[in-house]
């Protein structure tokens, strides 16, 4: 392998992983590459939504995330919550299908935590708003 092959810049679309590059993809178990950020960003200039919220991946598996994303009609994000909670839902269905043990990073649990007690506090509010 190249040292331009295992440089950290390889990747164009996805922050390279310091820490991910002693782990494996969780989609496909290769040697991960890159930080999948589960719930993305709400726009393509913005901060990632939940940036502990990442798994370990390859670039390949990285990328068909984004045509998942797409193919469900979640690259534009008309509905905040409702799209950070959906793109973790199909990264989760597609760790799932996998079959493998996976590592998740440190403060991953803790960021699926404060995702989903923002989403249920967006939902409350949304009810009482009715
Ligand atoms: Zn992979």
Request: hydrophobic share 40%.
């Given at each position: ?6 440089s ?60 998942v ?8 994000v ?21 079959g ?20 249920g ?10």
């Amino acid at each position: 392998m190249s040292a331009m092959a295992s440089s950290p810049w390889t990747s164009p679309l996805a922050e390279r992983a310091d820490d991910a590059t002693t782990m494996t993809c969780a989609y496909c178990g290769a040697p991960a590459t890159d930080r999948d950020h589960l719930s993305g960003r709400q726009a393509s200039d913005s901060a990632q939504s939940d940036p502990d919220l990442w798994l370990a991946s390859c670039h390949r598996c990285n990328v068909l995330g984004y045509q998942v994303w797409e193919a469900n009609g979640l690259t534009v994000v008309e509905d905040p919550p409702e799209t950070r909670v959906r793109r973790v839902a199909l990264s989760s269905l597609r760790v799932a299908d996998n079959g493998l043990w996976i590592l998740t990073p440190p403060r991953f649990w803790v960021a699926l935590a404060r995702l989903l007690v923002e989403t249920g506090d967006e939902l409350r509010k949304r009810a009482g708003s009715r």
